[in-house]
DNA sequence: CGGGCGTCCTGTTCGC
DNA sequence: TGCGAACAGGACGCCC
């Protein structure tokens, strides 16, 4: 599941090729792409210039296209030579050009993006760009993109903010973090991980959480989310750099998929499996108050 | 507007 | 052993 860490890295990894051209686009699964998408076809013959992230989108802009991408859950983007067997479910295909000039303008030759999504929880959408992204953020014209509240590893999300928000919601703090109009890019591994790191129960009513304990858990949040894209991410069956491989911060996991396992932190409970608005919650009951 | 739930999808795991 | 059922999970759309 690609969350805030995953995908930087993999915008990390498209960013290696900024400045290459698309020569040619293929796609084939078209209720991946949104209603009032462009053509993708469109981006033709447009050089890449630039990459952005907010939250678990992410962009790439074109000459005069923005490529809107979310992973979903078992999306992954692999820049690989076409004479590679493609993974099953390569949905869209971006075959490049090479750099244009200089003495490594083919080293790119033959080579492809290839975004490849089993689940097909993934989401297309291409725009032309427009007044906004010139003047403003990249994207906030897009109607998806703009009702995202902070990326959560900006200063905008900060304690105060995170408190007030809370203050007007009675859900439970796990189920709050997790909705993107609040925080963009905090998912269900990270949500866990930032409770147990600022030892809160997940299960408290956000409104009932002081502004401390907002403060600790977004500064919480922000520090698990950095350590993970520094390890290139949380790898478990589909996540993938865009070179293939996985990332390694599974293994620095404190309590995500531990069930009875005993806890880091007092080493004398069991971590506690919930399921909380359909999905998995891990965490101490010693340890989170 | 907040909150809860159904929906999309397929590889993996579970249960008999 | 094998096969079908249940499950996982992000975000949207619909309902109250």
């Known amino acids: 599941m690609p969350e805030l860490p995953e995908v930087e890295c993999v915008r990390l990894?498209?960013?290696s090729v900024k400045?290459?051209?698309i020569h040619k686009v293929e796609w084939n699964y078209p209720a991946l792409w949104a209603k009032e998408t462009v053509d993708p076809q469109a981006i033709e013959s447009q050089k890449l210039i630039n990459t952005h992230r907010k939250g678990k989108y992410l962009i790439l802009e074109f000459d005069r296209h923005l490529l809107l991408l979310h992973l979903g859950m078992s999306g992954v983007?692999?820049?690989q030579d076409s004479q590679v067997e493609p993974?099953?479910?390569?949905?869209?295909?971006l075959k490049l050009k090479g750099k244009g000039h200089g003495s490594d303008s083919a080293s790119l030759n033959g080579w492809e993006l290839r975004f490849s999504d089993p689940r097909k929880f993934g989401h297309l959408h291409l725009?032309?760009?427009g007044e906004a992204s010139a003047k403003y953020s990249v994207g906030d014209e897009f109607e998806r993109w703009s009702?995202?509240?902070p990326d959560a590893l900006t200063r905008s999300f900060h304690g105060k903010y995170f408190f007030e928000k809370c203050q007007k919601s009675i859900r439970d703090i796990k189920i709050f973090i997790l909705d993107q109009k609040v925080v963009a890019g905090v998912g269900?591994?990270?949500a866990s991980e930032a409770l147990?790191?600022?030892k809160i129960d997940p299960t408290r009513p956000a409104n009932s959480l002081n502004l401390t304990e907002c403060t600790d858990l977004a500064k919480a949040a922000k520090w698990i989310m950095k350590k993970s894209v520094e390890k290139r991410g949380t790898t478990f069956s589909d996540y993938r750099l865009t070179n293939g491989k996985g990332g390694s911060f599974q293994s620095f996991l404190k309590v995500f998929q531990k069930e009875n396992e005993t806890c880091p932190g007092c080493k004398s409970h069991q971590i506690l499996k919930v399921e909380q608005d359909k999905r998995s919650t891990f965490y101490c009951r010693n340890c989170q108050k």
Not at 87 to 93: C, D, E, K, N
């Open 13 to 15: 990894g498209i960013e």
């Open 19 to 21: 400045g290459v051209q």
């Open 77 to 79: 983007f692999l820049l």
């Open 87 to 93: 993974r099953p479910h390569t949905h869209l295909v």
């Open 127 to 129: 725009i032309e760009k």
């Open 147 to 149: 009702k995202l509240g």
């Open 188 to 190: 269900n591994i990270y």
């Open 196 to 198: 147990f790191r600022a």
